[in-house]
């Protein structure tokens, strides 16, 4: 049935309200970045504190924007909802301003060369950004709302993390045979490979940004799809720390951040790498000399393999993500775990590997491939970007089919 009545406006009686702070998990956490800090100035001085203290802003920025990398293709094929679509055309096109002039005139803060995020096209790409899409969609969409909560949801993503993390390590061991051993093409810059220069490819990627964002409003008239659901809030400047941000804010820090990590490391924020790097290592530590793979050459992370993990900045950035991210959820009170069903745990488990294993054979995932990619002006961005919406629909039309899908 047609829901008639107008979602706009909402009462913030209605609004849920913020937990208690866990105030011992905060000081934890904050010992933790303080050990962090400390480490990562012994290991490159300064360049590294900024960096990790901005993937502490960037995991800050992710939680109080609620600023779904996932969910926004989940939204479109389940609900029709495409205001976080908009937020990311948002995004996108403020990085990719940004990132112009960074590229430019190869403006760095530690005489890092400026590297965009660009790679090859290869069957690896296509095939994998697929099953990334499809990995999404069955880890976190079809399952109970429940698995969205402070309570399952928690335990979910534990899944989640532990399949992304093995996938990716899996992912790097067929990294070759995907892109190496079958038909690929060189990386193309939109901006200097094709004669439109930056400012031209800048206009190009601006007027498809502007198209989508129109597209989406012609649909959201004819879909009338529900509103986003509420999220907790606060009251005043309370709400900066422990109320939920509008998107279009946290679509702007974010894009401001990402080129901050451009500016200080030299290439902007990757995140699968660093998975692939951790879980790598832990095989090395039990003896399996993963150091034999192609993909550490291929990509350039042999040293990263070999040299302490405080070493590699990619590394540094992303623990300051977790951890600003964790330190948000602390003084939101959200760090709680309950029993799930086994069904959930599988999907989530499952998920997470066909996650890991596509980004890394795909060159990355909604932040290395997608944000940083498509801001880079990579045209593998763009194609990564619709086989992983085709792999999100082509997951949701499955789970359709074997009822699988959340009521």
């Known amino acids: 049935m047609t829901q008639k009545k107008d979602h706009s406006s909402k009462s913030n009686a209605s609004e849920p309200t913020s937990r208690d702070p866990q105030n011992l998990l ?18 490159s001085g300064l360049e590294f504190v900024l960096l990790f203290w901005v993937g502490v802003l960037i995991g800050f920025a992710l939680f109080h924007a609620r600023f779904g990398f ?16 908009r937020a990311h055309m948002f995004m996108l096109g403020t990085a990719t301003t940004l990132f112009v002039p960074i590229l430019m005139f190869d403006i760095s803060a530690f005489s890092n060369t400026t590297e965009g995020a660009l790679s090859p096209i290869s069957i690896g790409l296509v095939i994998g950004a697929f099953i990334f899409g499809f990995g999404m969609e069955m880890g976190s969409g079809l399952a109970p709302a429940s698995f969205y909560t402070a309570k399952g949801g928690r335990t979910a993503l534990l899944c989640t993390l532990f399949g992304f993390l093995t996938g ?33 490819a800048w206009g190009v990627q601006a007027a498809i940004f502007a198209l989508i ?62 998975f692939t790097l ?6 090395m530590n039990l003896g399996i000399d993963v150091a034999q793979w192609e993909y550490w050459v291929v990509e350039e992370r042999l040293g990263a393999l070999i040299e302490p993990l405080m070493m590699d900045s990619v590394s540094v950035l992303n623990l300051g993500v977790i951890l ?53 002006f990579s045209l593998h961005a763009w194609i990564w970007a619709v086989m992983a919406i085709m792999g999100v629909n082509a997951a949701y039309m499955v789970g359709k089919k074997l009822n699988l899908v959340s009521k």
């Open 70 to 85: 996932a969910s926004v293709y989940r939204q479109i094929v389940e609900t029709g909802n495409t205001e976080m679509l």
């Open 26 to 43: 905060t000081v934890l956490g904050i010992l933790v970045v303080f050990l962090i800090t400390y480490l990562a100035y012994q290991a």
């Open 324 to 376: 600003g991210t964790f330190l948000s959820l602390t003084l939101g009170g959200m760090i709680r775990f309950s029993k799930i069903h086994l069904h959930l745990a599988l999907l989530a488990l499952a998920g997470g590997l066909l996650m890991g294993y596509g980004a890394t054979i795909s060159f990355g995932a909604n932040i290395g491939a997608y944000f940083s990619g498509i801001a880079s």
């Open 168 to 200: 990716a390590v899996v992912g790097a061991y067929h990294f070759a045979f995907w892109n190496e051993k079958l038909p690929s093409a060189p990386e193309v810059s939109l901006a200097t490979d094709t004669g439109l220069g930056y400012f031209g």
């Open 278 to 283: 951790w879980g790598s290592k832990l095989l």
């Open 213 to 274: 964002i129109i597209l989406s409003y012609v649909y959201k008239k004819r879909k009338r799809p529900p509103l986003l659901p509420s999220l907790p809030t606060a009251v005043g400047w309370k709400k900066i720390v422990f109320g939920s941000w509008p998107l279009w804010v946290g679509a702007l820090v974010l894009a401001v951040l990402n080129a901050a990590v451009f500016i200080i490391q030299g290439e902007p924020w990757k995140l699968t790498a660093a």
